[in-house]
């Protein structure tokens, strides 16, 4: 019994951490897309500047000219380091599934003999965490508890 509060604990953490990625995801998208916004704006204006011949600039355009550059530069290089900070993000996340997965697979080994059901398949699932992302562990999860309290082959998942 400790043992399965202590399972559901853990998925509940698990959804917990799935849900504050996703908004972690969701502002770094929001992020770029405003830059990239950005950036296409400016560079629109610069187009406009460089589309008039050089002779005919004045001192004014070409002020402004550098300054397009500028700014278009220092936000290319702010995305880049937003890139860069996402894949950092996404490695440390892929490291903590496969420590959620090594954790849920030494919890429910011990339930798995005790009630000598085939979920022995869904642990091989643990494994591939890190290819499929949270999602994977939380089936399996859903899966393990239906088959325990005797769900079957109909609906009634349990989150």
């Not at 019994?1 to 504050?20: D, N």
Request: hydrophobic letters at 35%; glycine letters at 4%; proline letters at 3%.
């Amino acid at each position: 019994m400790p043992e399965e509060i202590e399972l559901e604990m853990a998925k509940i953490q698990r959804l917990r951490e799935v849900l504050v990625r996703r908004e972690s995801e969701l502002r770094f998208m929001m992020d770029d897309i405003q830059l990239c916004k950005d950036i296409m704006n400016l560079k629109k204006e610069l187009q406009s500047l460089v589309a008039i011949p050089e002779k005919e600039k004045t001192k004014m355009e070409k002020q402004r000219e550098d300054e397009l550059i500028q700014k278009i530069h220092r936000l290319v290089q702010k995305r880049d380091f937003l890139v860069d900070d996402a894949e950092v993000e996404r490695l440390r996340e892929k490291e903590e599934d496969k420590e959620m997965a090594e954790f849920l697979r030494t919890k429910l080994k011990p339930l798995d003999k005790a009630t000598q059901s085939p979920t022995s398949d869904h642990l091989e699932q643990f494994e591939s965490t890190e290819q499929l992302g949270f999602y994977q562990t939380d089936i399996c999860i859903i899966e393990i508890k239906r088959f325990r309290e005797g769900a079957g082959g109909g609906g009634g998942y349990v989150l």
